[in-house]
C-alpha cells in the first residue's frame, strides 16, 4: 500500500523552528520527485519547496533562506526544516511524490505559528 505520512508539526511561537518529515512506504522515492505544499485556512494550496531526483532544489519566493528542503533515498523520507516561522506560515503541510504517470499525497501535517 503506497502512504506518504507526515510528522513533525505542531504549535510553535514566532522566530521558531520546526523540521517536518514525510515517510514514504509502498514505494522507493529515489525515482520521484518530492515536494511540500501548504494550506492556509481559507487560502488555496501553494507550492512550498521541491527536490528533484537528482537533488536539485526550489522555492517559494517567501520561503528562500527559511526553509530547506532535503531528502534520504536510503530513510525513504523527505524532510523541511523551517526556520525564522512566522504567523502567515500557519497551514498544513503536506508530501507529493510525482514520477509520472504516478502523483501521490500525504495527508498532511498541521503547523501553527503562535505567541
Known amino acids: 500500500q503506497v502512504q506518504l505520512v507526515e510528522s513533525g508539526g505542531g504549535l510553535v511561537q514566532p522566530g521558531g523552528s520546526l523540521t517536518l518529515s514525510c515517510a514514504a512506504s509502498?514505494?522507493?522515492?529515489?525515482?520521484?520527485?518530492m515536494s511540500w505544499w501548504r494550506q492556509a485556512p481559507g487560502k488555496e494550496r501553494e507550492l512550498v519547496a521541491a527536490i528533484s531526483v537528482g537533488g536539485y532544489t526550489n522555492y517559494a519566493d517567501s520561503m528562500k533562506g527559511r526553509f530547506t528542503i532535503s531528502r534520504d533515498n536510503a530513510k525513504n523520507t523527505v524532510y523541511l526544516q523551517m526556520n525564522s516561522l512566522k504567523p502567515e506560515d500557519t497551514a498544513v503541510y503536506c508530501c507529493?511524490?510525482?514520477?509520472?504517470?504516478?502523483?501521490?499525497w500525504g495527508k498532511g501535517t498541521l503547523v501553527t505559528v503562535s505567541s
Open positions: 509502498g514505494f522507493t522515492i529515489s525515482t520521484y520527485a
Open positions: 507529493r511524490a510525482v514520477g509520472f504517470p504516478r502523483d501521490y
